[in-house]
Antibody, heavy 120, light 107 residues
Framework: QGQLVESGGGVLQPGRSLRLSCAAS????????MNWVRQAPGKGLEWVAH????????FYADSVKGRFTISKDKSKNTLYLQVSSLRPEDMAVYYC?????????????WGQGTMVTVSS | EIVVTQSPATLSVSPGERATLSCRAS??????LAWYQQKPGQVPRLLIY???TRATGIPARFSGSGSGTEFTLTISSLQSEDFAVYYC?????????FGGGTKVEIK
């Protein structure tokens, strides 16, 4: 089955940085592409970033390109999102989500999310 | 960027009735389209991928159709647990994009 558990969210001022983590368990983490998806309060879903199963190819939404960095540590079964230069519009619940399989970027497993609040 | 538009924004349906949700892409996404269900306070759940393939454990009352730019999610006979927000998502091109969602509410 598998499980994803995010952590690292909190309340930060605009311009600050933080790192979100997503711990994966009960599936072969190294074999799956992974993503971050966010949802602002009361709003819809927005895809943020993708990393290939081998960590080589990465893709980002235009809204975060140059400010966010996705990475993975296979030895720790953990996905990361380094968030910098926070903006008020970055306030959201951040979910990590697994691709169904290589080549199918539909998300069959989601974590419970971690909230990032941007407030001065 | 491919813009994905869902309609209607809200759909009022009685239990037992059929619900038909639409999703339109600004350019062809072939069959690279997924549907998700999200209930209040819960994480999204994958229903359909490849425009028409049900994900594991999804009841047969959920069906998807379409290709290119026009897609439909049909719920054949709405159950109480189906009242939720539904999102479509294209994965044919980067960046991946979601539609704005359709809320299915009790009539």
């Amino acid at each position: 089955q598998g499980q994803l558990v995010e952590s690292g969210g909190g309340v930060l001022q605009p311009g600050r940085s933080l790192r979100l983590s997503c711990a994966a368990s009960e599936f072969t983490f190294s074999s799956f592409p992974m993503n971050w998806v966010r949802q602002a309060p009361g709003k819809g879903l927005e895809w943020v970033a993708h990393i290939a199963y081998d960590g080589i190819n990465k893709f980002y939404a235009d809204s975060v390109k140059g400010r966010f960095t996705i990475s993975k540590d296979k030895s720790k079964n953990t996905l990361y999102l380094q968030v910098s230069s926070l903006r008020p519009e970055d306030m959201a619940v951040y979910y990590c989500a697994r691709d169904l399989k290589e080549g199918i970027n539909a998300f069959d497993m989601w974590g419970q999310g971690t909230m990032v609040t941007v407030s001065s | 960027e491919i813009v994905v538009t869902q309609s209607p924004a809200t759909l009022s349906v009685s239990p037992g009735e059929r619900a038909t949700l639409s999703c339109r892409a600004s350019q062809s996404v072939s069959s690279n389209l997924a549907w998700y269900q999200q209930k209040p306070g819960q994480v999204p759940r994958l229903l359909i991928y490849g425009a028409s393939t049900r994900a594991t454990g999804i009841p047969a009352r959920f069906s998807g159709s379409g290709s290119g730019t026009e897609f439909t999610l049909t719920i054949s006979s709405l159950q109480s647990e189906d009242f939720a927000v539904y999102y479509c998502q294209q994965y044919n091109n980067w960046p991946l994009t979601f539609g704005g969602g359709t809320k299915v509410e009790i009539k």
